[in-house]
């Protein structure tokens, strides 16, 4: 079934009030280039969505595989790719899988639940 997009608009512009952010993933180094540890590098993507936390077990029976995940993000379109970083909150989660679907793309995410 093909979703129009004034529907498409009318969930994103319902449900999608969080704002959020892509970052790619990888080393970082000091301005002499000595490495200096790991984490995000560069923003790629910022969008509105919507975040909840869950459960492993939810995930694992909602998405059919066993994916490290603790909440799910769902918007309307994102470049993001496994591996990147999502930001919500000023709090950083590790993208662990990407669902695409008619109306929008789920991003499930693995980060601390306790802030």
């Known amino acids: 079934m093909q979703i129009p997009e004034i529907f498409k608009q009318a969930i994103s512009d319902t449900f999608y ?3 959020m952010e892509i970052w790619t993933f990888g080393t970082i180094k000091d301005d002499e280039g000595a490495v200096i540890g790991n984490g995000k590098l560069e923003e790629i993507d910022s ?3 919507n975040f909840q936390f869950s459960t492993r077990e939810y995930i ?3 998405y059919g595989k066993e994916i490290e995940a603790n909440a799910i993000v769902t ?3 994102t470049v ?4 990147n970083i999502l930001v919500y909150d000023d709090k950083e989660y590790t993208i ?5 679907s ?3 793309i789920t991003i499930l ?7």
């Open 109 to 115: 995410v693995e980060g601390d639940s306790n802030g």
């Open 80 to 83: 993001a790719e496994i591996g």
């Open 102 to 104: 008619d109306s929008h």
């Open 60 to 62: 694992q029976q909602e």
């Open 96 to 100: 662990k899988s990407l669902v695409p």
């Open 75 to 77: 918007c309307d379109k």
């Open 47 to 49: 969008f509105k969505g």
């Open 17 to 19: 009030d969080k704002d």
